[in-house]
């Protein structure tokens, strides 16, 4: 029988032949990233050097990243004073891949692995972000990991004690609705099998919905697939892949394909057909709770966000864009933008799509996951409700257990900017 991509990866990382569902691997890390938790991994890391009488060092300093996003700019002397920490200990330590604050480099995580080339198909990628997941657009095995795993990471390079998950594989065939996007499909999935249904297991996407999607739509749908529980999302490498690795990342070196064997084993296969989707919303307080946006419009909101690492890339803002130019949100509501990156930033305000927004009367806030999280912008006042581009709707997601949290597509969330209530694309008045 053979083997499954995680399967293949796994052992290639393991120095096997190959893995069975179940077996316990130590695999080699390609890339471990961490954002500003690294602070807390940097405790561990210590810890773990405490009374050995040896110089703390990490295993390779071109490996490990570390990109500020939660809290940026520093909204706290608490969160200013770790980040200061945390550059000490880059310094110290020499880490390679580092971004800061400042507007040419920064941006939340999981665009930046990407956007810079730094996860390749077929290794294994760990962050201490449950939504690392993202990365497996790319062909990667990548999975979320605690600050003690990553400080043990950052000694040693490999992941201790991993068990070999069983994949489920998503067939997606057929074509896209106009103004239906994989944000629609990954909540559909999620709706689907409910936010327990893959738990301990691994979505690998196939089909030619999947095969025709850009890098951008990988990176929403396997970003999201934690939400049902999985360890990982997974796309087999493609044309599309070593195209986004060499002519938006920039990467000149050897690329190597690792796929999946035909008569691999699955747990199970889930079948969709992408053209009968309609625009999906979930509804507060949890992912799966998804419904067709037919049975929720008309709904009020106060606030709407277009952005984050789940879309807030630069075909996001511009199908926002596309539907706001030349009018005006509605009163009382509050529309916030906010790139995945700097570099989309650039892009979006060169090509005209921020000032687009902008008019119609969309605050443009800088890269980071703040309008996400709620931690220092774009907080929910008591009794409030947003809808949202993001990936999170838990009761408090946006700083304020006291409000509700309803997720969309960038289409839906302009189209619903514009009434000041849940709209469908092309029936915004």
């Known amino acids: 029988m053979g083997q499954t991509l995680v399967q293949k990866i796994l052992a290639k990382a393991s120095g096997r032949d190959k893995v069975e569902v179940g077996d316990i691997v130590e695999p080699a890390v390609s890339l471990a990233m961490s954002h500003e938790n690294a602070a807390l991994v940097m405790n561990q890391f210590y810890e773990i050097y405490k009374g050995a009488n040896l110089e703390p060092k990490i295993w ?56 810079y080339g730094y996860v390749r198909p ?30 043990s990471v950052w000694v040693l390079g490999t992941v201790l004690n991993v068990p070999v998950p069983a994949t489920i594989k998503v ?49 929403t749908i396997c970003n999201m697939a934690v939400e049902a529980g999985a360890t990982a999302g997974i796309v087999p490498p493609d044309e599309e892949t070593i195209n986004y690795l060499r002519n938006i990342a920039g990467v000149t070196d050897d690329i190597e394909l690792v796929l999946p064997d035909e008569d691999a084993k699955y747990d199970h296969v889930i079948d969709i057909d992408v053209s009968a989707l309609e625009p999906q919303i979930a509804r507060p307080h949890a992912v799966d709770n998804v419904t067709s946006i037919d049975g929720i419009s008309g709904l009020k909101v106060d606030q709407i966000v277009i952005g984050s690492c789940t879309n807030g890339r630069l075909d996001d803002i511009k199908v926002a864009a596309d539907i706001v130019k030349g009018k005006k949100i509605a009163d009382g509501v509050r529309l916030l933008v906010f790139p995945a990156s700097g570099r989309i930033y650039r892009e979006a305000m060169e ?54 949290v309803y997720l969309c597509s960038p289409a839906v969330a302009a189209a619903s900017a514009l009434t000041g209530v849940i709209t469908k694309p092309n029936e915004e008045k």
């Open 60 to 115: 390779d300093s071109s490996k490990i990243a570390i990109i500020f996003d939660h809290r940026v700019p520093a909204e706290s002397a608490k969160t200013a004073t770790n980040q200061k920490l945390i550059r000490a200990f880059v310094r110290e330590q020499g880490i390679m891949k580092f971004h800061d604050i400042r507007g040419d480099k920064m941006g939340i995580c999981h665009q930046i692995l990407p956007e």
């Open 122 to 151: 077929g290794t294994v990628v760990v962050g201490t972000d449950s939504h690392t997941t993202s990365h497996g657009a790319l062909g990667a095995f990548a999975f979320g990991i605690g600050a003690t795993e990553m400080a």
């Open 171 to 219: 067939l997606a065939h057929g074509q896209f609705r106009k103004n239906v996007y994989p944000k629609d499909l990954i909540l559909h999935l999620i709706g689907l099998v409910t936010n327990k249904g893959a738990n301990y297991k691994v979505f690998e996407f196939h089909g030619d919905a999947i095969k025709n999607m850009p890098t951008s739509g990988r990176l």
């Open 351 to 404: 090509k005209g799509y921020l000032m687009d927004l902008m008019e119609a009367g969309a605050v443009i806030a800088n890269p980071g996951c703040g309008p996400c999280l709620g931690i220092h912008q774009g907080a929910l006042g008591d009794g409030e409700r947003a809808l949202s581009t993001t990936n999170r709707n838990f009761k408090g997601r946006m700083g304020n257990p006291d409000s509700e």
